[in-house]
């Protein structure tokens, strides 16, 4: 064959097969549709969210963004359910498979911020979402409603779940939902994270425990006759003194912070009274708890030393998550379905300003899909309550690019992007992959024995027991 017309062949073929990777199967093609529709709306639900940034159950209005559009939707909503007034349950269709979707909304504390790449605040002190959970429980709402198209033509059957999860930066409301037994039903939960990488999230998080001290002594003046004081301040720096040596006798895998909320009003007054939020982490709940208990030991020490009273109480506290690989590689599949991010040229510079500002290297955005890690034993990092989920029903985790590469978590620089298209792009994504992920379940019943069946060897002879004290959930000022 003539050398020219063999190239043009060869070529013609080659953009053939592309094009036919990039062809969507019918249903997930439907599922972009869906997001594509409501874009516009995710896109508002978002940003009033953001704009909202509302703290550990005080998730009002988010809360409810989230809940009446959902419902708009056709699905049926029972809002406030075990025991937190911004947790929802939203469920459209019947019979099995029971496919359910995490959306978290609840905000941080102190890093208001512009959608702007240099640091400043909208309002001053004020909660931002350095997290990115408006844009979190917004795809999680977008994949539900996609989904239910899906039934509503016909095309596949069953029941999808929309879990409106409040307070997972503090109380971590998922441990008084998985204890209502809101899973109980559920084949197989989806969730995903914003991220400054797109990834089948095959990794487990550290489980950990919260817990308050409050020292109770005898206050008197601090020069006058400080010999008639007990000090619960001396108390206090007893305590994290011996945390602080504590530190060099614990595995690498242990983390322990605390945060002093009351230490003393006055320079004058022995104090009487001083608290602390104490929190104790590891790689494993079966490594957490002797730490934990030795922890507990300590404060009785301090407090006999000080010859204080002391008193602890038990805030709460999560499992690390419970890997599932087969889940993973479904959800791999879909992201090299649906292929990288493309970003413009104003996103690209938004992102590398960004990372000047914040001392990082200057590479812009990423948005490859990565190939599926191993799953590490013992993975650094941080904690979520998706642990809890994970321990009693088969989850799927997946991680989307919403900020440039290395952005500072829990930051001003996250909360900047997570009000701007760069956050909106990676919440559309994070919608179509959950969605197809969620048909794939829906449409081979084999998938999801498998994932069970992978689920059941992890969990092993583990028996679930939820770190929680007796009693409501710390919902502020309703005692
Ligand atoms: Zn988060």
Redesign the pocket.
């Known amino acids: 064959m003539h050398k020219p017309i063999l190239t043009l062949l060869i070529c013609i073929l080659c953009l053939t097969v592309s094009q036919a990777q990039k062809k969507l199967p019918k249903n997930k093609s439907l599922i972009k549709q869906s997001v594509e529709k409501h874009q516009a709306n995710l896109i508002e639900i978002s940003d009033a969210i953001w704009a909202s940034a509302e703290t550990a159950f005080e998730e009002h209005n988010s809360s409810k963004l989230l809940a009446d559009y959902v419902e708009k939707n056709g699905f049926t909503v029972e809002r406030g359910v075990a025991g937190m007034p911004t947790a929802f349950v939203a469920t459209f269709g019947s019979g099995r498979p029971i496919i359910s979707v995490l959306g978290?909304f609840d905000a941080l504390p102190g890093i208001s911020q512009k959608a702007q790449p240099t640091k400043e605040a909208v309002h001053e002190g004020s909660p931002g979402h350095g997290?990115?959970?408006n844009l979190?429980g917004t795809a999680s709402l977008g994949a539900a409603i996609a989904i239910k198209e899906l039934m509503v033509q016909g095309k596949i059957k069953g029941t999808i779940k929309f879990l409106g999860t409040p307070s997972?930066?503090k109380y971590f409301g998922k441990i008084w939902m998985v204890r209502e037994g809101l899973w109980d039903d559920v084949d197989v939960n989806i969730s995903w994270?914003?991220s400054d990488e797109i990834k089948a999230d095959v990794q487990s998080s550290l489980a950990l425990v919260d817990y308050k001290i409050e020292f109770f002594g005898q206050a008197a003046h601090a020069s006058g006759d400080p010999w008639n004081g007990r000090s619960a301040s001396d108390a206090l720096e007893l305590y994290t003194t011996g945390i602080n040596y504590y530190r060099e006798h614990v595995k690498p895998t242990v983390r322990m912070h605390y945060h002093i909320q009351d230490g003393g009003q006055v320079v004058n007054v022995v104090p009487d009274y001083t608290k602390l939020w104490m929190r104790v982490r590891d790689s494993k709940r079966a490594g957490l708890m002797p730490v934990y208990e030795r922890t507990m030991e300590m404060v009785k020490g301090a407090a006999i030393m000080a010859n204080v009273d002391y008193k602890i109480t038990l805030i709460s506290g999560i499992y690390e998550v419970l890997v599932n690989r087969t889940g993973g590689e479904i959800m791999q599949q879909n992201l090299e379905l649906l292929g990288p991010i493309e970003y413009t040229d104003e996103e690209i510079a938004f992102g590398k300003k960004i990372q000047e500002v914040t001392g990082k290297p200057q590479v812009g955005m990423d948005s490859k899909i990565n190939l599926l890690k191993e799953t590490k034993e013992h993975p650094g990092g941080?904690s979520?309550d998706v642990g809890d989920v994970s321990w009693n029903v088969p989850n799927i985790n997946l991680s989307v690019t919403t900020a440039p590469k290395d952005t500072p978590w829990h930051s001003w620089a996250v909360v900047a992007c997570g009000g701007m298209s760069i956050g909106h792009k990676g919440m559309l994504y994070a919608s179509n992959a959950m969605a197809m992920t969620m048909l794939d379940l829906f449409e081979n019943q084999k998938l999801i024995d498998k994932i069970k069946t992978e689920y059941v060897e992890r969990k092993g002879n583990e028996v679930y027991k939820a770190i929680i004290p007796d009693g409501p959930p710390p919902i502020p000022n309703s005692k």
Request: include cysteine.
């Open positions: 978290e997290c990115g959970h979190f997972e930066e994270h914003p941080g979520t």
